[in-house]
């Protein structure tokens, strides 16, 4: 089957850096995207690795590696704002699949 | 104004009864989609469409049918609506043009209640 397993919440200090891990059970997929979600919100694009490597966007970066079946998402400097759910996601046979999400709770 | 829009926002509808909703968007895109959340199971997807002629069913479209009126239109139909289809509802869309990202814009989702 096609299943993207991530961390159901993640806690973390504003000010630090968290990662949030993605690994999956698929192959023949293109590449690996992440996705935020605010509460009350709709998802937002966040990355998209298509090589194995760092991505990295300001403060957000995203690593794949396709020989591990393993991905992430490290965000730094955190910010309260940056509280919110993410979701990586893979395109395959012409689909997004999503992961079931991971819950950022950042303390003060 | 926003580029993927969804009516209505909010629906309490009950048990048995026919409900649709829409999307509609103005980022020029083929592609649409039809997703459902709920807590705990991430976004799953219900319907998609490549262009207005392309239908094709997702995960889980038992209990649903979509139609794609327009390019830039694409409804979501229950036919009788069941309480446990109570979710969060999302349209989205992407560009082929995107090549294999297939980056999905959301609208702003409808929260659908089942009594």
């Known amino acids: 089957g096609q299943s993207l397993e991530q961390p159901s919440e993640v806690t973390a200090v504003e000010g630090a850096i968290v990662q949030i891990n993605c690994t999956y059970q698929?192959?023949?997929?293109?590449?690996l995207s992440w996705y935020q979600q605010h509460d009350g919100g709709a998802p937002t694009f966040l990355s998209y690795?298509?090589?194995?490597g760092l991505e990295e966007t300001g403060r957000f970066s995203s690593f794949l590696s396709r020989s591990d079946s393993y991905g992430y998402l490290l965000l730094q400097e955190l910010q309260m704002k940056d509280s919110a759910s993410y979701f990586c996601?893979?395109?395959?046979?012409?689909?997004?699949?999503f992961g079931k999400g991971t819950r950022l709770h950042i303390l003060p | 104004d926003a580029d993927v829009t969804q009516t209505p926002r909010n629906r309490i509808t009950k048990t048995g009864k026919r409900i649709m909703l829409e999307c509609s968007q103005t980022?020029?895109?083929?592609?649409m989609y039809w997703y459902r959340q709920d807590p705990g199971l991430g976004l799953r997807l219900i319907y998609y469409?490549?262009?207005?002629?392309?239908?094709n069913k997702g995960e889980i479209s038992d209990g649903y049918s979509v139609s794609r009126q327009a390019q830039a239109k694409f409804s979501l139909s229950l036919e009788s609506a069941i309480p446990n289809q109570t979710a969060l509802y999302f349209c989205?869309?992407?560009?082929?043009?995107?090549?294999?990202?297939?980056?999905?814009?959301f609208g702003p989702g409808t929260r659908l209640t089942v009594l």
């Open positions: 989205a869309t992407s560009d082929r043009l995107a090549g294999r990202t297939d980056t999905q814009y």
């Open positions: 698929t192959s023949g997929f293109y590449g």
């Open positions: 690795n298509g090589l194995d």
């Open positions: 996601a893979v395109w395959r046979d012409d689909k997004i699949i």
């Open positions: 980022k020029g895109h083929d592609r």
């Open positions: 469409s490549f262009d207005v002629k392309d239908i």
